[in-house]
């Protein structure tokens, strides 16, 4: 085990560090450890959260996770190298680790290498903003405010336009699915039961969006679905399921039902209202 001295300048945590970028807590209050770096098979993740390109096992998705938290928090900034054979060094991992790590943090936009020059942090306006894992990092670091207001804007243009088009759409299958999740919210909030909340309200809007039909609207339901992940609690942003919530799920399944379109798209607007973000960001729907 190496145990050279850390450069002040490195910007990178040592092998004592690890716990430095601790997970963020599960809607059920377990906190998820940091990363077991010596072991090979732990799963990586927030309870209820569908895994990742790097959520992979062991060292290479841990690795891509403490770079990306680092990076996104600021502690390595836009330009700064990256040296693989420090990193290997500090994190005690081998060179192909290393190396693969960083060609997801590539594809991520998170940093860049070109010949002669090396690997570098890349700046903001670089970074694919839509990715899971960059939304959950800026979500739990220092822009954590304006990447949950950004999530809030841009759900308020997604959802309620899913929400009117998925209403043209008569997939009974779906809908009746729809209605299930209702039923299983319905149910959790009756036992205080908050992660199986969460888990049903997320599965109710990767189904509305995949009711829409429109194949572009659903390449972007992992955005809903990791905004409901990191807005603060477990249902669009409030500290617990309630009973208002609820109610405006179990009204668009029955505007849905009956085919009205406009029923459905306020019924959307309504639920994301009742995120205070929301509240301050976009003006509340006008009843007609």
């Known amino acids: 085990m190496m145990t050279a001295a850390r450069p002040t300048d490195s910007g990178l945590a040592g092998p004592g560090e690890l716990d430095r970028y601790p997970y963020p807590e599960s809607p059920g209050g ?11 098979d732990t799963e990586l ?14 060292l290479h998705g841990q690795l891509v996770q403490q770079l990306g938290q680092m990076i996104v928090s600021g502690d390595l900034g ?18 192909t680790v290393v190396r693969e790590s960083l060609r997801v943090l590539e594809a991520k936009g998170l940093v860049s290498a070109r010949p002669n020059v ?16 960059i939304i959950e990092w800026r979500a739990f ?32 299958d779906i809908q009746q699915r729809l209605g299930d999740m209702v039923e299983i919210m319905g149910h959790s909030l009756a036992q205080g039961d908050g992660i199986t909340f969460s888990r049903a309200d997320a599965e109710f809007h990767t ?20 905004a409901l992940q990191v807005s603060g609690g477990p249902v669009t942003g409030c500290e617990r399921p309630h009973e208002t919530s609820l109610a405006h799920h179990a009204r668009i399944v029955d505007a849905l039902a009956a085919g009205d379109a406009h029923a459905a798209e306020s019924a959307m607007r309504q639920l994301l209202t009742v995120h205070p973000e929301v509240e301050r960001v976009v003006p509340a729907p006008r009843e007609h």
Do not use: K, Y
């Open 30 to 40: 377990d906190r998820v450890g940091p990363p077991a770096w010596e072991g090979s």
């Open 45 to 58: 993740g927030r309870v209820g959260r569908r895994a990742a390109g790097s959520r992979g096992r062991g």
């Open 78 to 95: 836009a330009d700064r190298p990256l040296v693989p054979e420090e990193i290997g060094q500090r994190f005690e991992v081998s060179r």
């Open 118 to 133: 090396g690997t570098r942090v890349r700046p903001v306006s670089d970074w694919n903003l839509l990715d899971p894992d």
């Open 141 to 172: 670091g220092p822009q954590r405010d304006d990447q949950r207001r950004e999530l809030c804007e841009l759900r308020w243009t997604i959802e309620p336009l899913a929400a009117r088009l998925a209403a043209g759409h008569g997939r009974e």
């Open 207 to 226: 189904l509305l969006i995949q009711l829409a039909g429109n194949r572009m609207l659903e390449h972007l339901s992992g955005i809903v679905s990791a």
